[in-house]
């Protein structure tokens, strides 16, 4: 049994070792190495270096001079540590009563009858940073109006931050609230 046991110790060490140890800094140094933006979160700073967010977890916008995001079901809003969908069925009443509460606001907003499903819609894990370009467009008139500037301007900025579908085929086109919101500030930056 003695002799059985020792060999265990040693293999269970190296593959402490190994697969705890040393693989996870060599794919870390990677990652480093080749992508260092993402491998450091695709933080987004301001001006002066510091974080404002990032590009991959959505935070809530609620000025009219912004573009907003699509609803959050993670804790408050957006917590990252409550990061989860609803899980409220299609047939649960208050999912269906929130859905129409949140559409008859956008529709009082905007004066649309066809509202995109993710302006009403939480993603699944519940910090999703993009929205459709179709919602993006249904707030242009919002923000064109609190920047006091023309709506065109304001969909050349929605139009540049537009992304395509990965590879062209995968997924379909989206808009980086942050990123896109960031732009509008360096193009019509706030009167001080």
């Known amino acids: 049994m003695l ?19 040393a693989y996870p800094f060599g794919i870390t140094g990677i990652a480093q190495l080749a992508f260092p933006s993402q491998a450091d979160g695709s ?13 991959l977890i959505g935070q809530p916008f609620a000025e009219a001079r912004y573009l907003h995001p699509r609803p959050s079901a993670a804790g408050d809003g957006y917590d990252a540590s409550a990061s989860s ?3 409220l069925g ?11 509460t949140d559409a008859d606001a956008i529709r009082a907003d905007t004066g649309a009858t066809v509202i ?15 929205i459709s370009p179709a919602y993006a467009r249904l707030q242009a008139a919002r923000v064109a109006q609190a920047r ?5 301007v304001v969909q050349e900025v929605i139009d540049a931050n537009t992304e395509g579908a ?3 085929f995968i997924g379909q086109p989206r808009v980086n609230v ?4 960031r732009a509008l500030d360096a193009r019509f930056p706030a009167a001080t």
């Open 85 to 87: 969908g609803s899980n």
């Open 148 to 152: 006091g500037v023309d709506v065109g």
């Open 116 to 130: 995109p499903a993710d302006a009403v819609t939480t993603s699944a894990s519940g910090l999703d940073p993009h």
């Open 43 to 55: 933080l987004i700073r301001d001006a002066e270096g510091q974080i404002v967010g990032s590009a």
């Open 90 to 100: 299609p047939l649960n009443a208050d999912l269906a009563e929130r859905i129409k």
């Open 166 to 168: 990965l590879l062209g």
């Open 178 to 181: 942050l990123l896109t919101n």
């Open 3 to 21: 002799s059985q046991l020792r060999p265990a110790i040693v293999m269970v060490a190296l593959f402490t070792l190994l697969l705890g140890v």
